[in-house]
């Protein structure tokens, strides 16, 4: 490969959640710290511990070189990066400039769409299990999440239960939808006939769509993200969809967001609601890094990394199977986690749920405590390291923590 993919890069001092969160319990799930012997293998917090493509830092450099950071407009490139890299990647057709919008943060656009389009004690629907921030989301905005639970088909694949989604809808008197493609932390990137199905019920029943799609970039072999405002003319005019390069290219720590929200009324909504605090402003270093991620080393960088966590997801979800009994998991569709089900094993050994989390953390292996995400006996597993990392974290569950 022309990118490093195998370095093991230290991280400790540089201010990385991933590895300084560890031990210590500021959002309450951090994984405990490891035994002595032991160093932590972050399977967490979802960002990757690879270096970034190289031509982000390259673009900050040149414009730090300068030395004047004051106000400034985002440049043309900056919605010219956008409108080329989803039209390419994802098939958007007629996006425009006055279609995109700076965020800070998918939580950031979600709290402001959610703002705009319901009053504390309205009922949003989601899907279960459900990420860990939009349940946080909710708590902080007064309203009330109702929760329709994905079910696995005879394949092991993560399914939308389409009666119980318009049922729970009609029941509860939702108006607003919480959407997340691909699925974190299912792994799903839903197919065509999946969203035209959601679709036709979330118009049927008079819902608005907001529409997390951050893992966009982030799918494998035989599978396509398909834009939500993509789906069909209905979708296109009733959905707020958010993006970000901060998956794809681990920038989290830049915080670079964007809506793409094609209807004037609620793109119009959304906006005076994210600037009504005056502080929803881009950062100038984050707009060259994403004017150096969208680029084409950028869309090169991707495409080499896309094997490898292709390749990272496989060896996870195979050695589960075949190794650890009772212990269920779906290959990623996208994305770089995998939701590891206990519940068998559990039963089966007698061991509960937090003495198997803990006996991984114990020996590094810094996995994230599944009840977050409401799966009532699962881990999440975070796999975009080195390879040579997710190998010795599973030789560690082998040796300590399942006992293959």
């Known amino acids: 490969m ?3 993919f195998t370095s093991i890069i230290d991280r400790r001092g540089f201010d990385a959640t991933a590895i300084e969160g560890i031990g210590h319990k500021r959002w309450g799930s951090e994984p405990d710290a490891p035994k002595e012997g032991f160093d932590p293998i972050s399977m967490w917090v979802a960002d990757m511990n690879f270096a970034t493509c190289p031509a982000i830092p390259k673009a900050i450099i040149k414009r730090a070189e300068h030395p004047l950071f004051g106000y400034f407009f985002p440049r043309e490139e900056y919605y010219q990066s956008i409108i080329d890299w989803r039209t390419k990647r994802d098939g958007f057709v007629g996006l425009e400039k006055e279609y995109i919008g700076y965020e800070n943060g998918v939580h ?9 389009f319901s009053v504390p004690g309205d009922k949003i629907l989601l899907h279960s299990p459900t990420y860990v921030g939009f349940i946080g989301d909710m708590e902080l905005l007064g309203r009330t999440p109702v929760y329709s639970p994905l079910v696995l088909d005879e394949n092991g694949i993560w399914r939308m239960d389409y009666e119980d989604m318009e049922k729970k809808i009609r029941e509860n008197n939702v108006h607003l939808v919480i959407f997340c493609s691909p699925h974190n932390p299912a792994g799903r990137v839903w197919e065509r006939w999946e969203l035209e199905k959601a679709m036709k019920i979330f118009e049927e029943n008079e819902c608005l769509v907001i529409s997390d799609e951050i893992w966009a970039d982030i799918t494998y072999t035989g599978h396509k993200h398909i834009p939500t405002l993509m789906v069909n003319d209905w979708a296109r005019e009733h959905t707020v969809a958010i993006y970000a390069p901060s998956k794809t290219f681990n920038l989290a720590g830049l915080v670079g967001s964007y809506h793409i929200i094609y209807n004037k ?13 005056n502080y929803n402003e881009m950062n100038v270093l984050s707009m060259h890094a994403l004017l150096g991620a969208y680029s084409e080393e950028g869309t090169e960088w991707v495409s080499e990394l896309l094997q490898v966590l292709e390749g990272n997801c496989r060896y996870a979800y195979e050695h589960i199977r075949d190794c ?46 599944g009840r ?14 080195p390879f040579s990392r997710i190998q010795e974290a599973f030789a560690r569950l082998d040796e300590y923590v399942f006992h293959v």
């Open 2 to 4: 022309k990118y490093d």
């Open 108 to 116: 950031g656009c979600i709290s402001s769409a959610v703002k705009t």
């Open 265 to 277: 009324y609620l793109r119009d909504r959304v906006c005076a609601q994210s600037g009504s605090t």
């Open 324 to 369: 650890y009994e009772g212990v269920h998991a779906a290959m990623p569709q996208g994305t770089y986690m995998l939701f590891l089900d206990l519940t068998e094993n559990c039963k089966r050994t007698g061991r509960t749920q937090d003495e198997i989390l803990k006996a991984g953390w114990d020996v590094g292996v810094s996995w994230q405590e």
């Open 372 to 385: 977050g995400f409401r799966g009532p006996c699962h881990i999440r597993m975070n796999v975009a390291s």
